[in-house]
C-alpha cells in the first residue's frame, strides 16, 4: 500500500510526474518544432528581420501589463476576498467577462469606441497605451481573483490576530503581504500571455513578436521560421520568469497548522466595503466598461437578434463543451503537476518556469501540430486527434498551468500533519485523496479550471485550426462573420454572447455555493 | 520483561543541521515517559522517528524486538506499528466531523465493516467524553473538543504505544486537569505505553513517571521527575525545579 | 451537496463530455466538407442553399480575417497527407496557387465552368475562378471635396494627402496580391519607389481591409485601399463614403476573383465536384451579385443590381493570376517584410 506519508516526502516519482505533464503538453508542438530543427536558416536573419524589433515591444507591453495588473489588482483583490460589499456577485462576475474574449476583440471594442468618441488616433486608446489597456482587461481580473483567493486562506486566528494588533489597515497589510506571491505569479502570467497574442498590438499599430509568428504562419506559409521564433520566444520568456519563479517559489509553500487551517469570513467593516466597492468598480471602468461599450453600442442602434440567436443557436452547445472540457481536464493536469511538486523548492521552481514556458508558445504551434498528427496518424486514431476531442485536448494542455499556480499554493498551504495522520492510521491513498485532499483543493482547482476554461474558449487560433467542420465555438463565429458583417450585427453577437456567458457563470456560482465549502467556516 | 521501545544510536540531520545525535535509550511496556526540553530540540522529531514518519540517517529503532526502523529506512511501514499520536496541532480533517474523522482513523485491518468501524469510534469518542458531538466537524467545537476528538482517534485503534505531542495547549486547567485524569485512566486501564512531549510540569506529573530531557540533540539525562528536579543536571531540568519551588 | 457529490458529478459530467467528442454522423445524403476564405455572411446563405436544394449537409468552415489567427491555410497544409476538406473556396486566386504549388489541390474542370470570363482561372484545372472583387480607393465624402476624389494609386504618393490616407498591411490578404500584381505589372524599381514613396508620405498600415474600411468611414483618414466589399458594406451602412475604381485611364483596376479548389484526395470527391459545379452556376453568382458582397459576375448575362459594376465595364489590371503566386512568396519573406517591419511604430 502507497503510504500517505509518500505526498509529503521526495522521491523520483515527482520528477517523472512533473517531466511527464510537462512532456505531454510539449508533444503536440513536436511536429514543428522538428520542422524548425530540419529547416534552414532560409535567406536573411535566422529569426527574421523585424523580429528584434517585435520582441522588444512585446517585452515594453508585457512589463506595463505586469505592473499595472499587480497595482490594481493586487489591492482590489485582497480588499475583495477581505470584505463584504454591495454587489459583490454581479461585480466579481462583471470581472469574469474579459477572460471570456480573446484580447484582440477587447481592443476591437477600445477601437471602436475611440471612433465613436471622434477621438484622436493617437490619444490613450491607440499605440502602445491601447494595447496595453486591452491586455489589461484580462491580466487585471486574473490577478485579482488570484489576490482574492490568496487572501481568503488567511486562518480565523490569523485575521483576528492582526486586527488586535492594529486594525483593519493592518489587516489589509497583512493580507495584502500574504497575497503578493499569488498576485505577482498572475500578474506574471498575465504579462507572459501577452507575449504570444498578436492581437492588440495588430489593431493598435504596436505589433509585437507575436505579430511576427503570425506573419511566418499567414503570410509567408514559413513554418520553419515560425517554430524558430516560437522557440526564441519561449527562451526569453524562460530567462524573464527564471528569477520571477526563484523568488515566488519558496513563498507558494506557506503551510497552516492544522488548528489553523479554519478560514475566516469576509469581514463586514462598512468603511472597508465600501471603499472595496469604490476600487472594484473603478477596475471595472477602466479596465472594461470601455472594451464592452464600444463592442456592443452599435447593438442598440439595429439590432439583428434573430441571426444572432442563430449563431448562438449553432455554436453554443460546442462552446459549453469546449469550455467545460478544456476546464475539467486543465484540473486535473494542474492538480496533478501541483502534487507533483509537491514541497519540493527545486521541483516548484522548475514546475513554475515551465508553466511560463508553455504560455509563452503560440497556440498555433501546438494546434498545428495536432492537425498534422492527425493526418498523418490514420484514421484510428481518429478518436483522439481529430473531432471534438482535441480541441479539448489542446487547450486543457495548453491552460493547465493556470491551474496548476493555484493548485500548488493552495496545497502549499495544506498542513503536513494530515498526510501524517493519514499514514500513521493507515488510511489509503486514494480515500485520504478524495476525502480530505480533494476536498481541500477544490476551491482553487475550480476557481482555476473555471479560468482555464474561459481562456480556452477565447482562443480563437486553436479554435479554428481544430474544430471538426459544422463544429466551431461562439466566440469563433463572431470573428469570422466580423468580416463585413455589420456592426450592429457583430455587436449583437458580442452582446449575445456575454450575456449567455453571464447566465451560465451564474448558475455555475449557485451551483458552487451549493457545494459545502471547505475548510469550515463558522 | 523486553523492552517495548529500543532506540538505538539514532542519529538525524536536516541539511548540514543536526537533529539528533547518536540517541539511544529504551521503554518497557506499560511505561510512562516525558520528553522534556527547549524548542527545537528534536522532541517532536523523536515521536516522528518512533512512530515512522521519518527516516533515520544512522541507527535502528525496534518496537517489542522487531526492527522497525534503520538507518535510511524505515522497515515497518507507521500503520503497522500499532501507534496511537496527537499531533501537535491535532491534524484533524477539518471536512470531516467527529466521528467521520475517528472512523477513518481505524483500518481496515483492525476493523473490516464500515458499521464496526463507525461503532468503535463512536465508542471511542464517548469515552473522552465527547460522543454528543460526534456529528460536528472540528471548527465548530472548541480547541479541548478538538483535542479530545484527536485523543479519541488515537486511542479508538487500541495502541500499544501512544504518542503525545504537546496536546494540551491552550487549554484552561480545568479542562486540562479533567482529561489528563482520563487519559491516565486509559492508559492504565488498556495497559497502554506512553511518551508525553510537554513543557507543563504538571502534565507531566500527572501522566509520567520517568523524563528523558533532550539538549543540543542528545540526552541530556534521565530518570525519575522527582529526582531528576531534586538534582537537576540540564538548563531545562534546572528551570523546572525553579517553577515548581516558586511559591 | 457533499465533496463525494461533487466529485461523482464531475466523473459523470467528464463522462457525457468525452461522449460529446464524438465524431459527428453525416447526413443522409452525405456531406461536403467545404474550407472557405469567403466572408462568413457571404459563403454561408449560398452553402445553406446548397444543402436545402440538394439535401447534402455542407460543413462549412470559414476563415477569419488573415491578421486575426494563423489561418486556414495553414490547416489545409497541416492537413494534406488526409484531409478534412472536400473544397476550398477561396476569396482569391493566390491562395488557390498556394494550394497548387504544395500539391493540395486536384485538377477539376467543372461542366459549369463553360462560358464564364477567360483569364482568371487556373490553365491545369486547379482552380475555376468565379464572383470577383476589385480593389478600389475608398474616401470620405466629408474629408474630400468634390471633383478632388483620389482617381488613381498614384494618391497615396501625392504629398497633398501626406498622412491621410492608410491600407491594410500588405503581408496579408488581398493587399498582398494587389503588392503583387503591381511589382509583376509595373516592374519592380517602380514598384519599390511607390512603397517608398507610400512610407515618405505616411500611408498607415493598418491590420485589415475592413479597418481601413471602418477608419475611412469614421473619419480618421481621407480614403484608403480596400476591396468593393468593403466598400459596399461601409455605403450600405450609410457611411459617407465615396468608392473609385482607380487607374480607369491607366494600368486598370485590379480584379479578384474567388476561386473554387478541389482538395486532392478529399473524403468525398464527388460531392465536393457538385458543390464547385453549384458554385459556378449563375444562380450564385447573382446571389453574390446581390448581397452586401456586391461581388461581379464572371458569367456574362447575370443579372446584377445597378450598383454592382460588370467585369467588362472594368479597366481591368492585365495579371497572370498563376504567376503572382511565387512572386507574393519572394515579395513576402523579402522586399515587402521590411517594408512592413519599417513601417512598424519603434
Request: with cysteine; aromatic share 6%; proline share 7%.
Amino acid at each position: 500500500m502507497v503510504s500517505c506519508a509518500t505526498l509529503e516526502q521526495a522521491g523520483r516519482w515527482r520528477w517523472v510526474g512533473v517531466m511527464t505533464i510537462f512532456a505531454c503538453a510539449l508533444v503536440p508542438a513536436v511536429p514543428l518544432l522538428w520542422v524548425a530543427a530540419e529547416g534552414g536558416g532560409g535567406g536573411g536573419a535566422w529569426l527574421g528581420e523585424g523580429f528584434p524589433g517585435g520582441l522588444r515591444r512585446s517585452l515594453q507591453v508585457a512589463v506595463w501589463v505586469a505592473g499595472l495588473s499587480l497595482v490594481a489588482g493586487l489591492p482590489c483583490g485582497v480588499l475583495a476576498g477581505l470584505y463584504r460589499f454591495p454587489f459583490r456577485r454581479v461585480l466579481l462576475a462583471l470581472l469574469v467577462l474579459p477572460l471570456l474574449a480573446p484580447p484582440f476583440l477587447w481592443a476591437l471594442g477600445l477601437s471602436m469606441l475611440r471612433t465613436q468618441l471622434a477621438l484622436p488616433p493617437h490619444s490613450l486608446l491607440g499605440g502602445l497605451g491601447g494595447t496595453v489597456l486591452a491586455f489589461c482587461s484580462g491580466a487585471v481580473p486574473l490577478t485579482l481573483f488570484a489576490s482574492m483567493l490568496a487572501s481568503q486562506t488567511l486562518s480565523r486566528s490569523q485575521t483576528q490576530a492582526a486586527r488586535l494588533a492594529g486594525g483593519e489597515m493592518h489587516l489589509c497589510l497583512l493580507a495584502a503581504r500574504h497575497a503578493f506571491p499569488m498576485a505577482a505569479l498572475a500578474a506574471t502570467l498575465g504579462a507572459v500571455l501577452t507575449i504570444s497574442d498578436p492581437g492588440p498590438g495588430q489593431i493598435f499599430g504596436h505589433e509585437g513578436a507575436a505579430s511576427q509568428i503570425l506573419i511566418s504562419f499567414a503570410a509567408s506559409y514559413d513554418f520553419s521560421l515560425a517554430a524558430r521564433q516560437s522557440l526564441a520566444l519561449a527562451g526569453l520568456a524562460l530567462a524573464v520568469a527564471l528569477p520571477v519563479a526563484g523568488w515566488l517559489a519558496p513563498r507558494l509553500s506557506a503551510g497552516l497548522l492544522a488548528r489553523s487551517a479554519f478560514l475566516a469570513e469576509p469581514g463586514a467593516s462598512r468603511a472597508a466595503g465600501r471603499l472595496t466597492l469604490v476600487l472594484v468598480c473603478s477596475v471595472i471602468g477602466v479596465t472594461i466598461l470601455p472594451g464592452l461599450a464600444g463592442l456592443c453600442l452599435p447593438a442598440f442602434r439595429d439590432a439583428p437578434f434573430e441571426r444572432a440567436w442563430q449563431e448562438a443557436a449553432r455554436t453554443l452547445p460546442n462552446t459549453i463543451l469546449y469550455g467545460v472540457g478544456a476546464g475539467l481536464l486543465a484540473m486535473v493536469l494542474g492538480v496533478a503537476l501541483a502534487l507533483c511538486a509537491g514541497r519540493q523548492p527545486r521541483l516548484r521552481l522548475v514546475a513554475l518556469a515551465g508553466v511560463f514556458v508553455l504560455f509563452s508558445l503560440p497556440p498555433a504551434l501546438g494546434a498545428l501540430g495536432i492537425v498534422r498528427l492527425g493526418s498523418e496518424a490514420g484514421a484510428a486514431f481518429d478518436p483522439v486527434l481529430r473531432g471534438r476531442f482535441p480541441v479539448v485536448l489542446w487547450l486543457g494542455l495548453r491552460l493547465f498551468p493556470i491551474v496548476s499556480v493555484f493548485a500548488m499554493r493552495r496545497l502549499g498551504a495544506a498542513p503536513v500533519s494530515w498526510a501524517q495522520a493519514a499514514a500513521l492510521h493507515g488510511l489509503p491513498l486514494r480515500i485520504y485523496f478524495l476525502r480530505i485532499l480533494a476536498p481541500w483543493l477544490l476551491p482553487a482547482a475550480a476557481v482555476g479550471g473555471l479560468l482555464a476554461g474561459l481562456l480556452g474558449i477565447a482562443d480563437i487560433g486553436s479554435m479554428l485550426l481544430l474544430h471538426p467542420p459544422g463544429h466551431g465555438s461562439f466566440p469563433l463565429a463572431i470573428f469570422t462573420v466580423m468580416a463585413n458583417a455589420p456592426e450592429s450585427l457583430v455587436a449583437t453577437l458580442c452582446l449575445a454572447y456575454f450575456g449567455l456567458s453571464a447566465l451560465v457563470l451564474a448558475l455555475a456560482w449557485a451551483l458552487a455555493g451549493r457545494i459545502s465549502s471547505f475548510p469550515a467556516r463558522s | 520483561m523486553s523492552a517495548l521501545v529500543d532506540m538505538n544510536g539514532v542519529s538525524l540531520r536536516y541539511g548540514d543541521e543536526p537533529v539528533l545525535e547518536d540517541v539511544s535509550f529504551s521503554l518497557n511496556p506499560m511505561d510512562h515517559l516525558a520528553l522534556l526540553g527547549p524548542s527545537g530540540c528534536g522532541k517532536s522529531t523523536l515521536l516522528s522517528l518512533l512512530a515512522g514518519l521519518t527516516r533515520p540517517a544512522s541507527g535502528k529503532i525496534t518496537l517489542d524486538g522487531e526492527l522497525v526502523s534503520e538507518s535510511g529506512r524505515i522497515v515497518v511501514a507507521p500503520h503497522a506499528r500499532r501507534i496511537g499520536m496527537v499531533f501537535q496541532d491535532l491534524a484533524l480533517w477539518p471536512n470531516l466531523n467527529a466521528v467521520e474523522n475517528v472512523r477513518l482513523g481505524i483500518p481496515r485491518s483492525l476493523e473490516p465493516s464500515r458499521k464496526r468501524q463507525a461503532d468503535r469510534a463512536r465508542k471511542a469518542l464517548d469515552a473522552c467524553g465527547i460522543g454528543d458531538l460526534s456529528l460536528r466537524k472540528p471548527a465548530q467545537m472548541s480547541a479541548g473538543q478538538q483535542q479530545r476528538v484527536a485523543i479519541a482517534r488515537a486511542l479508538a485503534i487500541r495502541p500499544r504505544l501512544l504518542l503525545l505531542d504537546e496536546p494540551f495547549t491552550g487549554l484552561d486547567l480545568a479542562v486540562k486537569s479533567r482529561i489528563l485524569d482520563e487519559i491516565q485512566s486509559f492508559a492504565s486501564g488498556q495497559q497502554i505505553t506512553l511518551i508525553l512531549v510537554s513543557h507543563d510540569p504538571l502534565e507531566v506529573r500527572h501522566l509520567s513517571r520517568q523524563v528523558m530531557v533532550i539538549e543540543h540533540h542528545g540526552i541530556a539525562e534521565q530518570g525519575p521527575f522527582d529526582l531528576l528536579t531534586r538534582s537537576p543536571k540540564s538548563a531545562t531540568m534546572r528551570a523546572m525545579a525553579l517553577h515548581l519551588a516558586a511559591p | 451537496m457533499t465533496p463525494h457529490t461533487v466529485f461523482h458529478a464531475a466523473l459523470a459530467g467528464a463522462a457525457i463530455i468525452l461522449a460529446g467528442c464524438g465524431n459527428p454522423s453525416a447526413g443522409s445524403k452525405g456531406e461536403v466538407v467545404v474550407y472557405t476564405s469567403v466572408d462568413d455572411v457571404f459563403a454561408r446563405p449560398v452553402a445553406e442553399q446548397f444543402q436545402a436544394e440538394t439535401g447534402v449537409a455542407v460543413k462549412l468552415v470559414p476563415d477569419t480575417e488573415e491578421t486575426k489567427s494563423t489561418g486556414l491555410l495553414n490547416r489545409l497544409i497541416a492537413e494534406k497527407a488526409r484531409p478534412v476538406a472536400d473544397v476550398f473556396w477561396s476569396g482569391d486566386p493566390v491562395r488557390a496557387a498556394v494550394l497548387k504549388a504544395n500539391g493540395i489541390s486536384a485538377p477539376y474542370r467543372s461542366p459549369n465552368a463553360e462560358g464564364m470570363a477567360g483569364g482568371f482561372s487556373d490553365l491545369e484545372g486547379h482552380w475555376s475562378a468565379l464572383s470577383a472583387r476589385a480593389r478600389v480607393i475608398i474616401y470620405n465624402r466629408n474629408l474630400v471635396a468634390e471633383g478632388e476624389e483620389p482617381a488613381s494609386l498614384q494618391a497615396f504618393v501625392d504629398p497633398k494627402w501626406k498622412g491621410r490616407a492608410c491600407i491594410a498591411n500588405p503581408l496579408f490578404g488581398t493587399t498582398t496580391m494587389h503588392a503583387a500584381a503591381l511589382f509583376s505589372v509595373w516592374g519592380e524599381d517602380r514598384a519599390r519607389a511607390f512603397f517608398d514613396g507610400m512610407k515618405a508620405n505616411e500611408v498607415a498600415m493598418l491590420s485589415s481591409n475592413s479597418e481601413v474600411k471602418r477608419r475611412v468611414a469614421a473619419g480618421d483618414f481621407a480614403f484608403g485601399l480596400t476591396d468593393t466589399d468593403d466598400a459596399s458594406v461601409a455605403l450600405g451602412e450609410g457611411n459617407p463614403v465615396g468608392v473609385i475604381y482607380p487607374d480607369a485611364g491607366g494600368d486598370g483596376t485590379l480584379i479578384i476573383p474567388s476561386a473554387a479548389v478541389l482538395i486532392a484526395n478529399a473524403p468525398h470527391p464527388d460531392l465536393g465536384k457538385r458543390f464547385i459545379d453549384y458554385l459556378l452556376t449563375a444562380e450564385v453568382e447573382q446571389t453574390l451579385a446581390e448581397s452586401e458582397a456586391a461581388q461581379m459576375p464572371l458569367r456574362p448575362g447575370v443579372p446584377v443590381p445597378e450598383s454592382v459594376k460588370r467585369v467588362g465595364d472594368i479597366t481591368a489590371m492585365k495579371v497572370d493570376y498563376a504567376a503572382l503566386a511565387p512572386l507574393l512568396e519572394s515579395l513576402s519573406n523579402g522586399y515587402l517584410k521590411k517594408w512592413v517591419d519599417q513601417n512598424m511604430k519603434p
